[in-house]
């Protein structure tokens, strides 16, 4: 008779205990080890019993793979892994974390930042469960995604990956993780991972706690807090999450008042699996053991029993499995971790799997690879494009208001700026790249000048793109403009690389918008992952549009100008006046902004 843990019938902790009681110490390891899919071979897999693989470094099947190519990467090393002694089938793990960003042609909605400008649950949760079809239409079940981080400080690299600054509207936020999993029965157990099916995947809600909320915003640093303030500003998007069912947790590489996440037992052991009732199981970030020590690696031993010991489940080494490994063996022969330790990260690591299915179900469902990409998904990524746009500024004083802009003019439209056709500046990080991609052959997609061009094409208007124009040509074509588009902002970046104490808008931003504006009527579109200093040029602006970092669905820019649909987008974080403000969020005792927190001025549709 077939081993109970086969057997789909069983309960699934009779399946989880019986697998658990008849691994070797030596798979019990291999299940803890996520390693990144570059060194993974079909050896490896076999002979490390290879529990989990991702794709960080920057690999890919190949240049513009298509899902067949991801599916026939994820086949490989599945069957390398079901081919084990016991057939525990591998979990592939890829950061999905504003669509399926690094698969060509995937749809890519707009960064957890301007979603927070939306203050739609529900939107939130459609698009979780569009990007988890296009995630499994690769054959990959598990993303790490939802950021859930509080960011209190723009200066830091990843605020773009925050939905909020406000702890209570990054928790109705969490929806997302409902769209990505599916929705939890209300008899489920508190705490229990939930996958609804074949069609959803396994999330992660990173980085935990007080990713957020570091010194200067500096990455990976030190997030200074009282207990109490803690629990106010940055768990509470974790209570949601547990809730709703999420699969996996992974640890942050900042400090909590010094200690390293990494190493935190009070807050990973006793707080999120004890007293929040946590039962999926906890991963670690890339190289987050290593980083416990500075330099990093300097005490790989230490490393890793401080963190399997504060409650670490899964290691995500990338590399090192073999230096894993070893230590780890040895650190239980020698009783400094118990084997209660480690069978509670394999018991969480496999009701995870057994919960996604992965026994059932190890390879792709290849009738999905039509998701990727789908014509609603791109609707549905143009809808939380033009909620997510927020309006600041719309006609100078005495003046009538700028937007909607007429599709019909006497004269021609200018669409000047960087960022006015760029399909990769308006992707932002995580995109086909870690740090992202400049220019528009990336992936598919739609850039804001494409949107416009769309817009007025039917009106017969003409639209005239310069990217940089100078001064000469501004006075000496400026009557043949009726308004210009200045459309400027940041460039991609992701993690330390965005980390920036000064704010501005890089050059020549600031100076395209001092010649357009200083003679056509303009209107400023600002695509950036968080505020930044536009004081200094305000006055010369006619109307002011945030429209962080959008994504492919460019063309949800024009919708919003030209009025087929009203701004209605809110500040979800606070627009600073200057960085010697900083931090300085909604609810502080000294509160100056430029632009306050809920601050969007709106439009009707024409
Ligand atoms: O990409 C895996 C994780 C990601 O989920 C975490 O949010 C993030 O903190 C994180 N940082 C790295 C390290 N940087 C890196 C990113 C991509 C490729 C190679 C290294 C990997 N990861």
Redesign the pocket.
């Known amino acids: 008779q077939g081993a109970k843990y086969k057997d789909p019938r069983q309960p699934l902790n009779a399946r989880v205990e019986d697998l658990l009681r008849r691994m070797t110490l030596a798979e019990k390891i291999g299940q803890m080890s996520q390693i990144d899919q570059e060194n993974a071979t079909a050896g490896v897999i076999s002979n490390y019993f290879i529990g989990s693989v ?1 794709r ?3 690999s890919v099947p190949a240049a513009d793979a298509p899902p067949e190519a991801w599916v026939e990467m994820v086949e490989t090393i599945q069957s390398a892994a079901v081919s084990t002694r016991l057939g525990i089938p591998a979990m592939f793990g890829i ?1 999905a974390i504003h669509g399926h960003g690094y698969v060509y042609k995937a749809t890519v909605f707009p960064h957890n930042v301007g979603l927070g400008y939306t203050r739609d649950p529900e939107l939130a949760k459609k698009i979780g469960a569009a990007v988890a079809l296009e995630v499994r239409a690769t054959g990959i079940p598990f993303i ?1 995604a939802p950021c859930l981080a509080v960011c209190r400080d723009p200066r830091w690299g990843r605020c773009y990956e925050s939905f909020s600054e406000d702890s209570k509207l990054v928790q109705q936020m969490t929806s997302i993780i409902s769209g990505f999993q599916g929705e939890i029965p209300a008899s489920s157990r508190l705490g229990a991972p939930f996958i609804a099916g074949q069609r959803n995947v396994a999330a992660c809600a ?2 935990y706690v007080g990713d957020g909320g570091t010194t200067r915003g500096i990455n990976e640093n030190n997030t200074v807090a009282t207990f109490h303030q803690l629990l106010g500003i940055h768990m509470p998007p974790y209570y949601s999450a547990v809730i709703q069912g999420v699969s996996t947790i ?1 640890v942050s ?1 900042s400090s909590w008042n010094g200690v390293k996440m990494h190493a935190n037992r009070f807050l990973v052991t006793d707080f999120l699996k004890n007293k929040l009732r946590f039962r999926g199981f906890v991963i670690s ?2 190289l987050g053991l290593d980083r416990i020590t500075s330099p990093e690696h300097a005490d790989y031993p230490l490393s890793v029993k401080l963190g399997i010991l504060a409650g670490i489940d899964m290691v ?1 080494i990338p590399y090192q499995y073999k230096e894993f490994r070893d230590d780890l063996t040895l650190l239980v022969q020698n009783g400094t971790i118990p084997m209660s330790r480690i069978d509670d990260a394999v018991r969480r690591i496999l009701r995870v799997k057994f919960t996604l299915g992965l026994f059932e179900n190890p390879y792709a469902d290849t009738s999905l690879a039509g998701e990727l990409g789908k014509q609603e998904h791109h609707d549905l990524a143009r809808e939380a494009v033009r909620k997510s746009l927020v309006l600041l500024k719309n006609g100078k004083p005495g003046d009538e208001p700028l937007l909607p802009l007429p599709k019909k003019t006497h004269g021609s439209i200018l669409v000047a700026g960087s960022h006015a056709d760029d399909l990769g500046r308006q992707c932002g990080g995580w995109t086909i790249k ?1 740090q992202g991609l400049t220019g528009n052959n990336l992936t598919a997609g739609t850039t804001i000048l494409d949107g416009i061009k769309r817009a007025v094409g039917p009106a017969g208007t003409d639209v005239v793109y310069s990217e940089s124009p100078d001064a000469g040509f501004i006075q000496r074509n400026k009557a043949r403009f009726d308004y210009a588009v200045v459309v400027v902002g940041e460039h991609p970046y992701a ?1 330390t690389a965005g980390d920036n104490l000064n704010l501005t808008i890089p050059a020549p931003g600031p100076g395209v918008i001092r010649n357009v504006c200083g003679g056509i009527r303009c209107v400023v579109v600002l695509v950036s992952g968080r505020p930044l200093v536009v004081e200094p040029y305000i006055d010369a602006i006619d109307a002011l549009v945030a429209a962080w970092l959008p994504g492919t669905e460019g063309q949800g820019v024009a919708d919003v100008l030209f009025g087929d649909y009203g701004f209605t987008g809110k500040l979800s974080r606070t627009w600073f006046r200057t960085v010697e403000q900083l931090p300085m969020n909604v609810g502080d005792a000294h509160y100056d902004p430029l632009f306050p927190f809920g601050f969007g001025l709106e439009t009707q549709p024409l």
């Open positions: 991702l960080g470094g920057g950061d790490f990173k980085h992974m590489y970030d890339w995500m870690w993690e």
